[in-house]
């Protein structure tokens, strides 16, 4: 039965309970007159999910993990009514929601394709937080947006920044996007002690506050190597016109140069709401949940290039841009599959670019035609990668 159309945009929320979705619910509370929250998922935290479906009166909820699906149903902790649905289907399923307008994918690693998909199908707008997606299928999914004819914004900060500073211009005029990295916790540690990081040093973010997964790969530089090769799917770029650089202030999240030398850059204060909010009401402006920035105080903006010899993510990163095929997709794999060991701490933080380099040499790179066999060379590399944990434990590990 056909939906009514509404004059607020309708969002479907994947990945609520975690740092973006708190930041997108904050973005939502802001403006009841303009958005309107009609479904949320995560994977095992119903109570979380059920404190923010009361709060915002959410008709649907989707719980990935089946025992936090029936726990949630038979809790009594959501209103009657109230449409529970579970597994990688039930995700699924609220992409397509009738009544829904926006679909915002923040589920941190890959789970989200499927449903990122069934949103671009149901002729959604999406708005994707999840980098792992495009690195692992960007190709795929950039077509089928283009067939659709949906609409696709970036939530990730750099590539709001970019999407906002190319906007408006002829694509052939970008000569190349530079992506801001803050260097993450050990921007200014001495190599040698790199060797001897814990988790919970590699957890302490100087500027941004973020899932444990992502801020573990801004540790190692990962994250800004996911990045690039984020902004090459988005954007339709070579690999040698995408670049990055340390700025500690993480107040420029990008800078644009164009064929004729001159850079655009975009500014804001380091916090999601900003990316998101742009995300969720474009092409309308609105007063921001988080304080601009205050010009009135000193502050500087610094860059310095990266020095890769002591950030072996990001030269492997790039590697696997030159080389195309599926190379990226066993990079995001790999390290997936290495940052959960650090993180269990059943292998030392120096293991992880160790791990990814020799995943990507044992697999032969190949150019998939079709997502099944990319799945298929994603398992391929998450059971190679974890074959090599075992050579690389912690010595309290063993
Ligand atoms: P968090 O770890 O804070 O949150 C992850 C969210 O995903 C939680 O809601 C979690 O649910 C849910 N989730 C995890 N696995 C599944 C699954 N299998 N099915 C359904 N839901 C699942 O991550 P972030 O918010 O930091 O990151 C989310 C994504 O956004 C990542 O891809 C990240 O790279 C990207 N991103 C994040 C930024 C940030 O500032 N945090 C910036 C730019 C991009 P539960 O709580 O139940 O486990
Ligand atoms: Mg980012």
């Not at 449409?83 to 929601?97: A, D, F, N, P």
């Not at 420029?252 to 990316?275: I, K, Y």
Request: proline share 7%.
């Amino acid at each position: 039965m056909p939906v009514p159309a509404s004059p607020r945009t309708r969002v479907v929320l994947l990945g609520a309970t975690g740092s973006i979705g708190e930041n997108t619910l904050r973005v939502i509370a802001a403006h009841p007159d303009k958005l309107e929250l009609v479904a949320i998922a995560a994977r095992s935290n119903w109570q979380k999910l059920a404190a923010i479906a009361a709060e915002f009166r959410v008709p649907h909820v989707g719980l990935f993990d089946n025992d936090a699906y029936l726990s949630a149903k038979s809790s009594g902790a959501f209103a009657p009514g109230t449409k529970l649905v579970g597994g990688l289907s039930g995700l699924t399923e609220l992409s397509r929601l009738p009544e829904a307008d926006t679909v915002l994918v923040a589920v941190v690693g890959t789970t989200g394709l499927q449903p990122a998909l069934a949103a671009i199908e149901a002729g959604k707008t999406l708005a994707l937080a999840s980098k792992e997606i495009l690195v692992l299928a960007g190709k795929f999914v950039m077509a089928a947006a283009k067939k659709r004819g949906v609409k696709l914004f970036p939530v990730d900060s750099e590539h709001n920044a970019v999407f906002q500073c190319v906007e408006g211009h002829p694509a052939a005029g970008v000569s190349r996007i530079i992506l801001t990295a803050s260097g993450g916790a050990f921007r200014d540690w001495p190599a040698e002690k790199l060797s001897h990081v814990t988790p919970a040093d590699a957890l302490k973010h100087p500027n941004w506050s973020m899932g444990p997964k992502i801020t573990v790969d801004s540790a190692t530089l990962a994250n800004k190597g996911l990045e690039l090769i984020e902004a090459q799917q988005l954007f339709g770029l070579r690999a040698d016109q995408c670049d990055a650089v340390i700025h500690p202030q993480s107040i420029v999240h990008c800078l644009v140069e164009f064929a004729d030398g001159a850079m655009l850059a975009q500014l804001c204060p380091p916090s999601m709401t900003f990316p998101i909010q742009h995300a969720l009401l474009h092409p309308h402006r609105a007063p921001g949940v988080d304080r601009p920035l205050d010009l009135k105080k000193l502050f500087s903006l610094e860059f310095r290039p990266i020095d890769e010899t002591r950030f072996p993510m990001l030269a492997l990163a790039k590697q696997t841009m030159r080389a195309g095929g599926i190379a990226p997709a066993i990079y995001n794999a790999a390290n997936e599959v290495a940052v959960a060991a650090f993180l269990e701490e059943k292998i030392p933080f120096l293991a992880i670019p160790r791990i990814v380099e020799e995943t990507l040499s044992k697999m032969p790179n190949t150019d998939p035609a079709d997502l099944d066999t990319v799945l298929a060379l994603d398992a391929t590399a998450r059971r190679t990668a974890t074959d090599l944990l075992g050579g690389a434990r912690t010595p309290s590990a063993l």
